[in-house]
Nanobody, 124 residues
Framework: QVQLVESGGGLVQAGGSLRLSCAAS????????MGWFRQAPGKEREFVAA????????YYTDSVKGRFTISRDNVKNTVYLQMNSLKPEDTAVYYC?????????????????WGQGTQVTVSS
């Protein structure tokens, strides 16, 4: 089992920044690729970003490229999502998840452990 706890969400004005953190405990953190997903009200959960086990490769959905950065610290067992130039359409609950395949998949079905989520609200 891996327990994931997100933090860092909140209310920010458009154009602002937030940094989400996801602390992992349980099985060895570097065994898993990690991803961030988000879900807005009335919408399906969507892929945001992923990072491979070593952090050597990262992947982003097109709408956040150039604005969001995913990173990880395998000593602190933490994955981060730095979000800059936030837009109202980024408003959602953000979830981190552990990818059992290790490749940083975009399909949520590849992720076997999920956090409880943290709310991000961007005001216009």
């Amino acid at each position: 089992q891996v327990q994931l706890v997100e933090s860092g969400g909140g209310l920010v004005q458009a154009g602002g920044s937030l940094r989400l953190s996801c602390a992992a405990s349980g099985r060895p953190f570097n065994r898993y690729a990690m991803g961030w997903f988000r879900q807005a009200p009335g919408k399906e959960r969507e892929f945001v970003a992923a990072i491979t086990r070593s952090g050597g490769n990262t992947y982003y959905t097109d709408s956040v490229k150039g604005r969001f950065t995913i990173s990880r610290d395998n000593v602190k067992n933490t994955v981060y999502l730095q979000m800059n130039s936030l837009k109202p359409e980024d408003t959602a609950v953000y979830y981190c998840a552990a990818d059992g395949t290790g490749v940083g998949a975009q399909n949520p079905e590849a992720y076997i452990y999920w956090g409880q989520g943290t709310q991000v609200t961007v005001s216009s």
